[in-house]
């Protein structure tokens, strides 16, 4: 079975400059999730999609962060502006249903902010 | 914030050696999981421990988990070059299925 794909694998922009990850889960995985992850650190949840509904976006930083998940499949998640503290991996992880547990993730997004 | 802390934060030991790794949370839970991490890739599930059970097993994966003291530990025996990889608990606050990562500990097995 195909695994989640996300979109791009790298990308560099200048502080202030806006941003779109795309991630599209496990066909049939009604549960989305967008981590991020700092150099170091472990992945800090952002927000978690039930098909196309917000299930939990309270770390999510709303005054530059937006995500959306359209017709409940793929996802794509916006920066704008970016700071240089946004430099990070962008995972994205879908599981079966919100009460199953295992989550399967993405390679991520690599973004630098010079 | 993180709801799970891993000690140590590195290991490093021979090839054939056990690993064992520990993650504390700080809330009750339903079940406790083990991620696996390799460099510039993403997480891979290794094993899932829920509150009701004590220990587990996977391969030469053993999970233990107490939640009187609100801990688990991660063994690997007969560790492999190919176990160096970083090493993530995830646990979730009871009910929520809102899953937090700890720190991590990053594992090197010498050949």
């Known amino acids: ?114 | 914030s993180q709801q799970g802390e891993e000690d140590p934060q590195a290991l490093s030991i021979q090839e054939g050696e056990n690993a064992t790794m520990n993650c504390s949370y700080k809330t009750s839970i339903n079940n406790l999981q083990w991620y696996r991490q390799n460099s510039g890739r993403g997480l891979v599930h290794l094993i899932l421990i829920r509150s009701n059970e004590r220990e587990k097993h996977s391969g030469r994966l053993r999970v233990t988990l107490d939640t009187s003291k609100k801990s688990s530990s991660l063994l690997i025996t007969a560790s492999r070059a190919a176990d160096t990889a970083s090493y993530f608990c995830a646990t979730d606050a009871s009910g929520t299925y809102k899953y937090i990562f700890g720190t991590g500990t990053r594992l090197k097995v010498l050949a």
Request: charged content about 20%.
């Open chain 1, 1 to 114: 079975e195909a695994g989640v794909a996300q979109s791009p694998r790298y990308k560099i922009i200048e502080k202030r400059q806006s941003v779109a990850f795309w991630c599209n889960p496990i066909s049939g995985h009604a549960t989305l999730y967008w981590y991020q992850q700092i150099l170091g650190q472990g992945p800090k949840l952002l927000i978690q999609f039930q098909n196309n509904g917000v299930v939990d976006d309270s770390q999510l930083p709303k005054d530059r962060f937006s995500a959306e998940r359209l017709k409940g499949v793929d996802s794509t998640l916006k920066i704008q502006p970016a700071k240089l503290e946004d430099s990070a991996v962008y995972l994205c992880a879908s599981s079966l249903q919100v009460r199953v547990e295992k989550l399967f993730f993405g390679s991520g997004t690599q973004l630098s902010v010079l």
